[in-house]
């Protein structure tokens, strides 16, 4: 049975590569320049490196969480972090004409005016100091003289968190850095990409975990516990920063966008999919979590953090390119859909993203105390 | 290094866009034999972009192409250097061997001066292809030789007795969106001297 489900797992991120790779070649020029493929890739960067940072709680601060659930679950919560990277860094090489030469040109550049730079940099040493973490987590459950060296636990965990804040930082900038769109520019989506990152990270980390170990009443009461309280405190500070990010921008040329998104074409969605859902929902049914201990009620508000994530990113990233000024100041505006050619690329993403994730949680030794036995770099 | 600048007289174009036929063909020929368009424009495939814009309630043409900035962002967001200024000409110019069409460029241009190739996928910009070898060879781009108002020129600004620093000299010009900072060297001339 699990050697059945092994082998579909692997047939499906077959035909994902598949089928993002025809997306590729099928590839055409749109309106903007950045569509639905630089989406999918911010967002899946962001599940990753904002899942991170909740398992700093453990690895860092050594925050166990209630009945100490963060222990027992770090082992999937990294490999969901690692995971998650995977379809940000398909979507992105797709997004490229040279995929194949584009991370090593990149790398090997020394552009450090560009931020794009930055993130080839920071993504390969957030993948690897992940893994890192990964495998030390993995062997110190067989070897003693591992698991007494606290010190390189602590030392790869607070590396793995220093460069995840690089990376959402970094992530923020290049469009913060794009003076082109008046949305963008600024400081602000910095500290704004943090927080969503942790809502959407703890969010998919919570579907993962949650229905994976579903039979388990001790991991659904915690994790209903644990990852409710971190929507309730996250979804107020997202809240906050937002709400400073539109009203800040009334005071500059931001508001030729922001103004169509609050209350112009797009309010629409905005209101209900990034408020409602967003924010109210969430709140309500973190809050029903916490006070009931209702396991599906967390599970409904993680599915809307992930939901109203998507949404907000896509919000974010294309609907302030469609809305600019014209070299004479004059505010001009587009019209985009996706194409059929990035709907392929980012499904077949996400194939590949959820057969990796079972792939992975089938065959490592993710739970807790579990030695590894199948995997020689483990051993 | 040179400060070579396009300037465009908008008192004297009769916004007959010959100038933007006459880049299609010249720089992007097999397009134009093709009728293949610059999609990201819905336009011609031509590094000169026309605006239409309403002055008024008025309607007026704005046509742009790459300002060849002092301070370009799309060399600061190229992520591979493929971005750079040409020492031997000093134009913003584009080393394709480098360029992994990224886009960055494309987006970070406050003028909207980049589109992206449909067929081979890589930024294009104003000199074209066929119009740096013009320059190379001393003649001017085809957009200034075909322009029946005289509206346009290029030349070095730091060359004081070029025909563009003279037309500077002697009429009312701005750059466009100056307080982005990004320092444009292509002028706009309001009224000619």
Known sequence: ?379 | MARPAHLWDMSRCVACMACVIACNTANFPEYMRRGNPNPQWSWLASNIRVWWISVGGRPRVLLTQCMQCDNAPCVKACPTKASYYDPKTGLVTIDYRLCIGCKACVVACPYGARWMDPESHMPNKCLGPECERRIENGLKPVCVTVCPANARDFGDLDDPESSISRRVRESTTIRLREELGTKPRNVVVLRGG
């Open chain 1, 1 to 379: 049975m699990r050697g059945l489900l092994l082998a579909t797992l692997l047939i499906a991120l077959v035909i994902g590569f598949a089928i993002a790779l025809y997306g590729y070649m099928v590839k055409e020029v749109h309106v903007i320049p950045w569509g639905l493929v630089v989406v999918g890739y911010t967002f899946f960067a962001l599940v990753a490196t904002g899942s991170s940072i909740v398992n700093s709680l453990f690895t860092v601060f050594h925050y166990r969480g209630p009945d100490g659930i963060l222990e027992k679950v770090i082992k999937y919560g990294v490999w969901f972090s690692l995971a998650s990277i995977v379809p940000a860094w398909i979507l992105i090489l797709l997004d490229l004409a040279k995929p194949l030469e584009g991370f090593f040109r990149i790398t090997f550049s020394l552009a450090l005016e560009s931020r794009i730079y930055w993130m080839a940099v920071l993504y390969a040493l957030f993948g690897i100091f992940l893994a890192l973490e990964l495998i030390y987590m993995i062997r110190s459950e067989v070897s003693e003289r591992l698991k007494s060296l606290k010190i390189l636990e602590l030392i790869l965990a607070s590396l793995v968190l220093l460069v995840t804040v690089l990376v959402h930082s970094n992530l923020g900038q290049v469009y913060g850095t794009m003076i082109s769109v008046p949305g963008w520019f600024g400081a602000h989506l910095a500290p704004l990409f943090i927080a969503s990152a942790v809502l959407i990270g703890a969010s998919g980390q919570a579907i993962y975990i949650s229905l994976y170990k579903w039979r388990d009443a001790m991991v659904k009461s915690a994790t209903t516990i644990l990852y409710s309280w971190v929507y309730v405190l996250v979804t107020l500070l997202y809240t906050f920063l937002l709400g400073w990010v539109i009203i800040t921008s009334w005071y500059s040329m931001a508001w030729i966008s922001w103004s169509e998104i609050v209350r112009g074409a797009f309010a629409l969605e905005f209101w209900v999919v990034e408020v409602l859902v967003g924010v109210v929902v969430v709140l309500a049914l973190a809050i029903y979590a916490i006070a009931r201990r209702s396991f599906t009620a967390m599970i409904l508000a993680s599915i809307a953090v992930f939901l109203a994530g998507f949404a907000s990113k896509y919000s974010l990233i294309i609907y302030h390119q469609l809305i600019t000024l014209s070299p004479s100041s004059f505010p001009m505006r587009s019209n985009y859909t996706p194409g059929s050619d990035e709907i392929l690329m980012l499904v077949g993403a996400v194939i590949v993203y959820i057969a990796l994730l079972l792939v992975g949680t089938l065959i490592l030794p993710l739970e807790y105390g579990e030695k590894p036995r199948r995997l020689w770099i483990f051993r």
